[in-house]
């Protein structure tokens, strides 16, 4: 064998791995405690064998009496604070529909000082915001308050079992048994924009920079707050369902993975991504707007890993041209209208529609390793249809928004019949999986393989990985081997043909890198089934498990059920690629932790839920082995200090002034002296970090006409030394705008210690800028 030899990178990584060896020791030592968990005490097998009913916890106890509802709720992450049961009001039942109730609540977090989720590079921490963050919840309930349901979905990149544990017990602390862990989907957009910080498996807690718990209760609170809302807002109603297509907005960004499923299989389907929308239309009795859904099957990754701002990506747009219509008069994030866009099975479906090209040449490099001649991988990036990221997430954006609305005012269809719900806990590491009556397989421990860090062409990762590796390399096996120990022969047997890069579930120090337990759950409306997965499924493996479950449903005689799949719901467990395309171990199939039979046991399962749901057997359900709760996590890796001013200067004031006047089309900026914007996740006395404000010369008062919330505003972050930093404020200033007198006001919070030893207090603080004038021409 041939010597060999280490690029420049790769000896920098050396000594670079060689230093965190040590300093991770170190850290080790002082920040983890492991100890501090809540045990697993359910059954612990893996299948969805009915065993009985539930017995009633010894912690959470059995609820019963609101509406009917008896059932037990396993015990909690954290410990339940007194119930306060709050009922619904009192609701005639003779009616023709649903109650239904649309709430929406920030659930933003820091948007300075983190890493965002979702590309899992390196530096790319927020600096700043583009547009903040929402959780909107649909709840629907039976006319005699029978049964209920609860769809979440929520602007981050994907939830977190932390997160999904403590909304339970927050609700449960509220509503007693109304809402709980079988009748509430928590669904992530998959915003690759959205702050990390949120999770407890110490391989995203590694990738956020550690656990923010100034991040996950800011998103907790939303959360919880968003159903609070629709709980109280709940009014008779209809539900209406439509389905078309959307075109020009996708491509399958493993196109070669997706050749590798059966010919047969794919000549069933016009193209390699579900171009297909589904739209639930909610109205009152009167036919007035309440709220729409969508399920769409796209990465929101139109912005790309050279972006700083916190933002919800291209279906985020969508969501906010529609409630803009919608709720004319309002500001963004207000009124009645809550439009919620929902991801599907999106694991290999990219916006960026242009396609790969090599950024140094110009070339194609549509290939199956996603190179190029020169610089390899790296330089293998996809593109979207704009002149630069924030142009393809609007266009993208639009497109989307334009056929939800469509769909959404032709919706024609009514939606009727019983609701129901069936959800189990799974230990996903030891499924067996019944392939025919003399063969079986199972899934694996968690790993991850070479491919994973290649990245994909929505986001290199910059290292020397290539997507399609099947091979192991020496040298970054030696590295691993010596870091974290060889993995075993039992898990490398496992994964074949997938060459591990990181045996993650043979590690478990300072906690699991990665989930053993996930939720399978299905919620039904009449004949609509939302099915609830725990991670993303490629476009060829959702069909599949859509076709099982409706399957499924029809045996047991409920036919003609539209099956959606709801995307990163309730646990992140990375991707699910077929058996086929895991053969060609691209960055999607490297990433499908639990092996090449993930996608064969989530049918098995789903397909149990469905007949447990259609014959009326849920009750007779094992509820598996309960997931851990870890106390003590990574604390974050920046730390917090004091916000100082420049000499002669306060919080707030004006360092840059705009200009005395602007035409439309053009950008309003000025620069104040700021204050860490994580401050304000913690003391949240504001509700905005900038206001654009009109003279109105009728009452002599400022009237707001954009917020932080607005797409036409940016709000950046300068972070300088010794805890001073500028807060820069930008108004891209539409055609729409209206010709008259503005200025811009900016609201921050400082963290000031006066003692060394007494705790440090957050106090707020505004600016204003000079007034400055907008005009259609000069």
Same mark, same amino acid.
């Given at each position: 064998?041939a010597?060999?030899?280490?690029?420049?990178?790769?000896?920098?990584?050396?000594?670079?791995?060689v230093?965190?060896?040590?300093?991770?020791?170190?850290?080790?030592?002082?920040?983890?405690?492991?100890?501090?968990?809540?045990e697993?005490?359910?059954?612990?097998?893996?299948?969805?064998?009915?065993?009985?009913?539930?017995?009633?916890?010894?912690q959470?106890?059995?609820?019963?009496?609101?509406?009917?509802?008896?059932?037990?709720q396993?015990?909690?992450?954290?410990?339940?604070?007194?119930?306060?049961?709050?009922?619904?009001?009192?609701?005639?039942?003779n009616?023709?529909?649903?109650?239904?109730?649309v709430?929406?609540?920030?659930?933003?977090?820091?948007?300075?000082?983190?890493?965002?989720?979702?590309?899992?590079?390196?530096? !790319?921490?927020?600096?700043?915001?583009?547009?903040?963050?929402?959780?909107?919840?649909?709840?629907?309930?039976?006319?005699?308050?029978?049964?209920?349901?609860?769809?979440?979905?929520?602007?981050?990149?994907?939830?977190s079992q932390?997160?999904?544990?403590?909304?339970?017990?927050?609700?449960?602390?509220?509503?007693?048994?109304?809402?709980?862990?079988?009748?509430?989907?928590?669904?992530?957009?998959?915003?690759?924009?959205?702050?990390?910080?949120?999770?407890?498996?110490?391989?995203?807690?590694?990738?956020?920079?550690?656990?923010?718990?100034?991040?996950?209760?800011?998103?907790?609170s939303?959360?919880?707050?968003?159903?609070?809302?629709?709980?109280?807002?709940?009014?008779?109603?209809?539900?209406?369902?439509?389905?078309?297509?959307?075109?020009?907005?996708?491509?399958?960004?493993?196109?070669?993975?997706?050749?590798?499923?059966?010919?047969?299989?794919?000549?069933?389907?016009?193209?390699?991504?579900?171009?297909?929308m589904?739209?639930?239309?909610?109205?009152?009795?009167?036919?007035?707007?309440?709220?729409?859904?969508?399920?769409?099957?796209?990465?929101?990754?139109?912005?790309?890993?050279?972006?700083?701002?916190?933002?919800?990506?291209?279906?985020?747009?969508?969501?906010?041209?529609?409630?803009?219509?919608?709720?004319?008069?309002?500001?963004?994030?207000?009124?009645?209208?809550?439009?919620?866009?929902?991801?599907?099975?999106?694991?290999?479906?990219?916006?960026?529609?242009?396609?790969?090209?090599?950024?140094?040449?110009?070339?194609?490099?549509?290939?199956p390793?996603?190179?190029?001649?020169?610089?390899?991988?790296?330089?293998?990036?996809?593109?979207?249809?704009?002149?630069?990221?924030?142009?393809?997430?609007?266009?993208?954006?639009?497109?989307?928004?334009?056929?939800?609305?469509?769909?959404?005012?032709?919706?024609?269809?009514?939606?009727?019949?019983?609701?129901?719900?069936?959800?189990?806990?799974?230990?996903?590491?030891?499924v067996?999986?019944?392939v025919?009556?003399?063969?079986?397989?199972?899934?694996?421990?968690?790993?991850?393989?070479?491919?994973?860090?290649?990245?994909?062409?929505?986001?290199?990762?910059?290292?020397?990985?290539?997507?399609?590796?099947?091979?192991?390399?020496?040298?970054?096996?030696?590295?691993?081997?010596?870091?974290?120990?060889?993995?075993?022969e039992?898990?490398?047997?496992?994964?074949?043909?997938?060459?591990?890069?990181?045996?993650?579930?043979?590690?478990?120090?300072?906690?699991?890198?990665?989930?053993d337990?996930?939720?399978?759950?299905?919620?039904?409306?009449?004949?609509?089934?939302?099915?609830?997965?725990?991670?993303?499924?490629?476009?060829?493996?959702?069909?599949?498990?859509?076709?099982?479950?409706?399957?499924?449903?029809?045996?047991?005689?409920?036919?003609?059920?539209?099956?959606?799949?709801s995307?990163?719901?309730?646990?992140?467990?990375?991707?699910?690629?077929?058996?086929?395309?895991? !053969?060609?171990?691209?960055?999607?199939?490297?990433?499908?932790?639990?092996?090449?039979?993930?996608?064969?046991a989530?049918?098995?399962?789903?397909?149990?839920?469905?007949?447990?749901?259609?014959?009326?057997?849920?009750?007779?359900?094992?509820?598996?082995?309960?997931?851990?709760f870890?106390?003590?996590?990574?604390?974050?890796?920046?730390?917090?200090?004091?916000?100082?001013?420049?000499?002669?200067?306060?919080?707030?004031?004006?360092?840059?002034p705009?200009?005395?006047?602007?035409?439309?089309?053009?950008?309003?900026?000025?620069?104040?002296?700021?204050?860490?914007?994580?401050?304000?996740?913690?003391? !949240?006395?504001?509700?905005?970090?900038?206001?654009?404000?009109?003279?109105?010369?009728?009452?002599?008062?400022?009237?707001?006409?954009?917020?932080?919330?607005?797409?036409?505003?940016?709000?950046y972050?300068?972070?300088?030394?010794?805890?001073?930093?500028?807060?820069?404020?930008?108004?891209?200033?539409?055609?729409?705008?209206?010709?008259?007198?503005?200025?811009?006001?900016?609201?921050?919070?400082?963290?000031?210690?006066?003692q060394?030893?007494?705790?440090?207090?957050?106090?707020?603080?505004?600016?204003?800028s000079?007034?400055?004038?907008?005009?259609?021409?000069?």
């Open positions: 064998m010597k060999r030899t280490f690029s420049m990178l790769e000896s920098f990584l050396i000594f670079l791995l230093v965190m060896t040590a300093i991770t020791v170190a850290l080790l030592s002082l920040l983890f405690i492991t100890s501090g968990t809540i697993n005490h359910k059954a612990k097998g893996p299948g969805l064998i009915p065993q009985g009913p539930c017995k009633p916890d010894t959470g106890g059995t609820y019963s009496g609101i509406h009917g509802f008896s059932t037990t396993g015990s909690m992450a954290t410990q339940s604070s007194p119930v306060t049961l709050i009922p619904d009001p009192p609701f005639p039942n009616f023709s529909g649903y109650y239904i109730g709430g929406r609540a920030d659930c933003t977090g820091q948007v300075a000082d983190i890493a965002l989720m979702g590309y899992g590079k390196s530096g !790319q921490n927020a600096r700043g915001l583009l547009t903040r963050l929402y959780s909107r919840a649909f709840i629907v309930a039976e006319p005699d308050g029978s049964s209920r349901m609860a769809f979440i979905t929520i602007e981050i990149g994907m939830v932390r997160l999904r544990l403590e909304v339970l017990n927050r609700l449960k602390s509220k509503y007693g048994s109304l809402y709980r862990r079988d009748n509430v989907i928590l669904s992530g957009t998959h915003t690759h924009s959205a702050p990390a910080g949120f999770f407890q498996y110490t391989l995203f807690v590694l990738a956020s920079e550690g656990f923010s718990n100034r991040t996950f209760e800011y998103m907790v939303g959360i919880v707050k968003s159903i609070e809302m629709a709980h109280t807002n709940m009014k008779p109603g209809k539900i209406f369902i439509n389905k078309g297509n959307v075109a020009g907005v996708q491509i399958n960004r493993s196109p070669f993975s997706y050749l590798k499923n059966p010919p047969s299989e794919r000549a069933r389907y016009s193209s390699n991504t579900d171009k297909e589904v739209v639930l239309k909610m109205v009152n009795l009167n036919g007035e707007d309440l709220g729409l859904v969508s399920w769409f099957a796209i990465h929101p990754v139109s912005m790309n890993n050279t972006n700083h701002l916190v933002n919800s990506d291209n279906v985020g747009y969508a969501a906010y041209l529609l409630e803009q219509e919608k709720n004319r008069g309002h500001l963004p994030g207000q009124g009645p209208f809550v439009a919620g866009f929902a991801s599907s099975n999106l694991g290999d479906v990219s916006p960026n529609i242009l396609g790969p090209h090599c950024v140094n040449t110009g070339e194609s490099c549509d290939n390793n996603s190179t190029c001649p020169i610089g390899g991988s790296s330089m293998c990036i996809a593109h979207g249809p704009g002149h630069d990221m924030l142009d393809s997430t609007q266009i993208i954006g639009r497109m989307i928004y334009q056929k939800a609305k469509e769909l959404y005012t032709s919706a024609s269809q009514e939606v009727s019949g019983p609701v129901a719900a069936a959800h189990q806990w799974v230990n996903m590491t030891d067996t999986v019944q025919n009556a003399t063969h079986a397989v199972k899934t694996c421990k968690p790993a991850l393989g070479y491919s994973f860090a290649a990245g994909t062409i929505d986001g290199v990762s910059g290292l020397n990985f290539t997507q399609g590796t099947t091979e192991g390399d020496p040298f970054w096996d030696t590295i691993r081997d010596q870091l974290l120990g060889r993995p075993s039992e898990i490398k047997e496992c994964h074949k043909p997938k060459p591990i890069l990181l045996h993650t579930g043979e590690l478990t120090k300072p906690h699991p890198w990665h989930p337990i996930v939720d399978v759950q299905i919620i039904t409306i009449g004949s609509l089934a939302i099915a609830a997965i725990p991670g993303e499924f490629t476009t060829m493996s959702g069909r599949r498990l859509r076709e099982a479950v409706k399957t499924e449903f029809a045996l047991y005689g409920i036919r003609n059920m539209t099956v959606v799949i995307g990163l719901c309730n646990v992140y467990s990375h991707y699910i690629t077929t058996y086929e395309e895991y !053969q060609a171990q691209r960055y999607e199939a490297a990433s499908t932790i639990y092996g090449p039979h993930t996608l064969s989530y049918i098995q399962l789903f397909r149990a839920l469905a007949k447990a749901i259609a014959t009326d057997t849920v009750a007779n359900m094992s509820s598996g082995p309960e997931p851990p870890f106390k003590q996590l990574i604390a974050p890796f920046i730390l917090n200090i004091v916000d100082r001013t420049p000499i002669g200067k306060h919080f707030g004031d004006v360092l840059q705009p200009r005395p006047k602007y035409r439309v089309g053009e950008v309003a900026a000025v620069t104040f002296v700021g204050a860490n914007p994580k401050n304000s996740a913690e003391n !949240q006395t504001h509700v905005t970090f900038l206001t654009v404000e009109k003279y109105e010369d009728s009452t002599a008062t400022w009237k707001i006409m954009y917020n932080d919330a607005s797409w036409e505003t940016k709000f972050w300068h972070k300088g030394l010794l805890g001073r930093s500028n807060a820069t404020i930008e108004w891209h200033i539409p055609d729409t705008a209206q010709p008259g007198i503005y200025r811009i006001r900016y609201f921050g919070h400082n963290r000031k210690q006066d060394l030893l007494k705790p440090a207090v957050i106090l707020p603080f505004e600016g204003t000079s007034a400055f004038e907008v005009v259609t021409t000069y």
